[in-house]
């Protein structure tokens, strides 16, 4: 069964350091999310994908963040110079169309920012 | 109160008991999903609920959802220890550009004591 990917499952970064997180969505899909959780908070939505320009973002999503589609296959967010509070679990999701009604979640990876 | 409300926020039942959450929300849906979060880790997806649908079952989960009063309710039946985990409900809204995204709970967290 397909299933949405992502990598790493858990960083680790100073400080004022750049990190990418990377998904890899279900190959037939259109749509891509990131989603957040800071530990033991609820998931909240940052940004919304489709037809490689962003469709939605909240306002957690500042300058700091960025998301790109490089080669038809992955996804990735960008977080330009991480905060403390930018530790928590960033899960991935992906959709087929909107017309769907299932978002499939990635296993989400873990950043703790030192 | 915020959309996807959930109480109660935390529950304690013995194995065997029937445990039962509530989720309310302000905006329309496009469905309701709701979602197992063991400590830390991925989002699990359980059971989905249509706009239009009012009560689904999938094994020993009943999903009930009240479009008039904006709540659904989860309950699991016979549960056992092994269900001890985070339990979301997440609406499903049209955002900007008609595109679709997933509003969150707080959660309520459920301990299955043996």
């Known amino acids: 069964e397909p299933e949405v990917t992502q990598t790493p499952s858990h960083q680790v970064t100073q400080m004022g350091q750049e990190v990418i997180l990377r998904c890899v969505p279900i190959?037939?899909?259109?749509?891509f999310y990131w989603y957040r959780q800071i530990l033991g908070q609820k998931v909240e939505f940052l940004v919304s994908?489709?037809?490689?320009?962003?469709?939605?973002k909240s306002e957690i999503f500042d300058d700091q963040f960025s998301v790109e589609r490089p080669d038809g296959s992955n996804f990735t967010l960008k977080i330009r110079s991480t905060k403390l509070e930018d530790s928590a679990m960033y899960f991935c999701?992906?959709?087929?169309?909107?017309?769907?009604?299932?978002?499939?979640f990635g296993p989400g990876t873990r950043l703790t920012v030192l | 109160s915020q959309q996807g409300e959930e109480d109660p926020q935390a529950l304690s039942i013995q194995e065997g008991e029937n445990a039962t959450m509530n989720c309310s929300y302000k905006?329309?849906?496009?469905?309701l999903q709701w979602y197992r979060q063991n400590s830390g880790r991925g989002l699990v997806h359980l059971i989905l609920?249509?706009?239009n649908e009012r009560e689904k079952h999938s094994g020993r989960l009943r999903v009930t959802l009240d479009t008039s009063k904006k709540s659904s309710s989860l309950l699991i039946t016979a549960s056992r220890a092994a269900d001890t985990a985070s339990y979301f409900c997440?609406?499903?809204?049209?955002?900007?550009?008609?595109?679709?995204?997933?509003?969150w709970g707080l959660g309520t967290s459920l301990a299955v004591n043996p």
């Open positions: 609920i249509r706009s």
């Open positions: 190959s037939n899909h259109l749509y």
């Open positions: 994908f489709y037809n490689n320009e962003i469709s939605e």
């Open positions: 997440a609406t499903d809204v049209l955002g900007a550009g008609n595109n679709r995204k997933l509003i």
């Open positions: 905006t329309s849906i496009n469905n």
């Open positions: 999701a992906s959709i087929r169309g909107n017309s769907y009604n299932e978002q499939f």
